[in-house]
């Protein structure tokens, strides 16, 4: 039986990567009704919100989508339409494993961190004031059961996986109070699992310590706002955002993402890199049990991606996006 999966082709470079991505999961002979929704800069100029109710309804009746990246309207008074989709689903946790990937040239062999990121709160909350004429604030939210829930996901992945290690990540040596909460309930639920090794690290030497030597991490747990930045830090350690993947997870329903933007100098020119979403697609893959394909996929991207020469322009290559995408149908039919 089929699947169904709502796709969200997005704005910038969205809708040439999600295309890829759906000649690369029919090639590989997956069934899967794609139930195609507005949200963005398309949905702004269709219907005057940047996440249309039909939109959500559809993801509330498939459980499952597969997005492409939204650009944030900046000063404009829509609020993030990234924001309002993973808020309105409960979508607490931003999943982002990055991984050396051969063939792709970058800093570091062996590299094989997941990161967790917080997905609703910290400064994200999105309330800032202006308090007078040249004075303004933003609030940073940070509560224990959004902190506990974080955590205590964070340790299950760890049990399922066979990840040893956890770092979490914080700044509670200012940020007492509110980093001091998200730290406090890491220690907490840590306790319950105490064949996973749990330790913590300010943002700052963390980030040091990354660029040194990214193998020493495990997994990496962090709030909001440092799980943006230091995903993107670490997306540069592995060969740069056009292959690190992200899913968007909650109780109820699974939205699956690459980690990097709309990319808006490159949108258009069949120029990107597709790869990054094809592994959120295998992400979504193994959630619908679909390992066969989802490992036939891998294997083909990792074949062609060794072989040097079939590469996008991100990675050094000559290769446009249809041109690599071809080669990876290729690949991928060559094994069916
Ligand atoms: P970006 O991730 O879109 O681009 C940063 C740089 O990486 C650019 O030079 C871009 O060309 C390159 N790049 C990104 N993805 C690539 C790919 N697949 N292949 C080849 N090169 C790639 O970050 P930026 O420019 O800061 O953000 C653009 C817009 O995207 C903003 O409005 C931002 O808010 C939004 N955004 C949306 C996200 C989402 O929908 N989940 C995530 C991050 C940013």
């Not at 940020?175 to 220690?187: A, R």
């Not at 697609?281 to 959630?287: E, P, Q, V």
């Not at 690599?324 to 991928?332: A, F, G, N, S």
């Amino acid at each position: 039986m089929a699947h169904k999966v709502t796709l969200i082709p997005g704005d910038g470079i969205g809708p040439e990567i999600t295309e890829s991505v759906v000649r690369v999961i029919e090639a590989a002979g997956v069934d899967i009704e794609w139930d195609r929704q507005m949200a963005g800069i398309p949905a702004v100029q269709e219907y005057g919100v940047s996440v249309p109710d039909q939109c959500l309804d559809s993801i509330k009746e498939n459980k499952v989508a597969l997005k492409g990246p939204l650009t944030t309207l900046v000063g404009k008074g829509f609020r993030s339409a990234n924001v309002t989709l993973r808020r309105k689903l409960d979508l607490y946790v931003n999943l982002r494993p990055v991984k050396t990937i051969g063939g792709v040239p970058s800093r570091f062999d062996k590299v094989d961190l997941v990161i967790v990121r917080e997905n609703t709160e910290d400064l994200y909350s999105g309330i800032e004031n202006v308090i007078s004429p040249g004075v303004t604030q933003a609030i940073k939210v940070v509560t224990k059961e959004a902190s506990d829930n974080i955590a205590r996901y964070a340790f299950e992945y760890a049990k399922a996986n066979g990840r040893k290690k956890i770092t979490l990540v914080h700044k509670a040596n200012i940020m007492k109070i509110s980093d001091g909460l998200f730290l406090k309930s890491f220690e907490e639920i840590s306790e319950e699992y105490p064949e996973i090794k749990a330790e913590d690290k300010i943002v700052d030497a963390l980030c040091m310590n990354l660029v040194i030597d990214p193998t020493q991490f495990d997994m990496l747990l962090l709030g909001n706002m440092f799980g943006d930045i230091v995903s993107d830090l670490a997306a540069g350690l592995v060969g740069g955002l056009g292959v690190v993947p992200g899913a968007n997870l909650g109780n109820d329903y699974a939205v699956f993402e690459a980690v990097h933007g709309s990319a808006p100098d490159i949108a258009g020119k069949n120029l990107a890199n597709p790869t990054a979403l094809i592994f959120s697609a295998l992400m979504m893959l193994r959630h619908l049990k679909e390992e066969e394909a989802a490992t036939k996929i891998w294997k083909s991207i990792v074949v062609t991606l060794a072989m040097g020469h079939h590469l996008t322009k991100d990675l050094g290559g000559t290769l446009s996006t249809t041109e690599y995408t071809d080669e990876l149908v290729k690949e991928i039919s060559s094994r069916t």
